[in-house]
T-cell receptor
Framework: GAVVSQHPSRVICKSGTSVKIECRSLDFQATTMFWYRQFPKKSLMLMATSNEGSKATYEQGVEKDKFLINHASLTLSTLTVTSAHPEDSSFYIC???????????FGDGTRLSIL | AQTVTQSQPEMSVQEAETVTLSCTYDTSESDYYLFWYKQPPSRQMILVIRQEAYKQQNATENRFSVNFQKAAKSFSLKISDSQLGDAAMYFCAYRSYTYPTSGTYKYIFGTGTRLKVLA
């Protein structure tokens, strides 16, 4: 089946640090990748949608300068949390979708903890 | 705008028994996809089952089946012969079928139902 790899699985860093999270589709080409944020015991909150080679589309309320998304190829998207602060601590999940008739497949998520 | 509602925050089922998780949605579209995703404690989201709205036949995947009522905008998940490994958060999700004018597909997730399986 379709496999999405997300790395790293856990990050602990100091306030002010920038953190990059990678999302790779291992056995298919992802025309679209999604980035979600999930708070404890809550549903997934879509942050942005990215299509290969074009700028990401951010959801309302998500700061694009804070959460930089790059979808450089059909198999890789990155999320960079710039100048992270404790309030950015959360569980971040990426997903990837092949063609428009396929469901999205999720990565394992990244737990980000900012001290 | 589309919405997805899961009215059961938590459900319990005895091992080997059957349980049904509810999901309702609201949309003005005629063609769309509906999904059930499972999120175990390991946190990875796993696709359980998918239903295309234009198909009248209910989707089934082994012990998992859905009851899709298009007119009622209802999409419940039935888990038969429940196993301890079925314990997880279950999310119902909606996605448009046709490419939206916004240029991006968007999945709408419900708030989830936590399923506990009792030994």
């Amino acid at each position: 089946g379709a496999v999405v790899s997300q790395h790293p699985s856990r990050v602990i860093c100091k306030s002010g640090t920038s953190v990059k999270i990678e999302c790779r589709s291992l056995d298919f080409q992802a025309t679209t990748m999604f980035w979600y944020r999930q708070f404890p015991k809550k549903s997934l909150m879509l942050m942005a949608t990215s299509n290969e080679g074009s700028k990401a589309t951010y959801e309302q309320g998500v700061e694009k300068d804070k959460f930089l998304i790059n979808h450089a190829s059909l198999t890789l998207s990155t999320l960079t949390v710039t100048s992270a602060h404790p309030e950015d601590s959360s569980f971040y999940i990426c997903s990837a979708m092949g063609d428009n008739y396929q469901p999205q497949h999720f990565g394992d998520g990244t737990r980000l903890s900012i001290l | 705008a589309q919405t997805v509602t899961q009215s059961q925050p938590e459900m319990s089922v005895q091992e080997a028994e059957t349980v049904t998780l509810s999901c309702t949605y609201d949309t003005s579209e005629s063609d769309y996809y509906l999904f059930w995703y499972k999120q175990p404690p390991s946190r990875q989201m796993i696709l359980v089952i998918r239903q295309e709205a234009y198909k009248q036949q209910n989707a089934t995947e082994n012990r998992f089946s859905v009851n899709f009522q298009k007119a009622a905008k209802s999409f419940s998940l039935k888990i038969s012969d429940s196993q301890l490994g079925d314990a997880a958060m279950y999310f119902c999700a909606y996605r448009s079928y046709t490419y939206p004018t916004s240029g991006t597909y968007k999945y709408i997730f419900g708030t989830g139902t936590r399923l506990k399986v009792l030994a």
